[in-house]
């Protein structure tokens, strides 16, 4: 079955760095895009960051262009999402998300809190 499970997330001070993975099972991992997400309490989900399949495109929400960078390792079945500059607005529960047969799969999430 697929499986992703994020890791790395905390509590960082303004203008922190932080950088969060999510291992992939269950699939073939090099066959598929990527994404990001992000939610943050009473408001929507909003899509961050999204990477091809061999990694080659990437796309960035607008909020977070230059500051956050996507990246993968198929040899380890790991996307990876590097954020820095972080402000408290990026205060949210991370999600990695693939689509596979025209259905979404989603982790658990990772907890990232940007605060003084």
């Known amino acids: 079955q697929v499986q992703l499970v994020e890791s790395g997330g905390g509590l960082v001070q303004p203008g922190g760095s932080l950088r969060l993975s999510c291992a992939a099972s269950g699939f073939t991992f090099s066959l598929y895009a990527m994404r990001w997400y992000r939610q943050a309490p009473g408001k929507e989900r909003e899509l961050v960051a999204h990477i091809s399949n061999l990694g080659r495109s990437t796309n960035y929400a607008d909020s977070v262009k230059g500051r956050f960078t996507v990246s993968r390792d198929n040899a380890k079945n790991t996307v990876y999402l590097q954020m820095n500059s972080l402000k408290p607005e990026d205060t949210a529960v991370y999600y990695c998300?693939?689509?596979?047969?025209?259905?979404?799969?989603w982790g658990q999430g990772t907890q990232v809190t940007v605060s003084s």
């Open positions: 998300n693939t689509n596979r047969a025209n259905v979404d799969y």
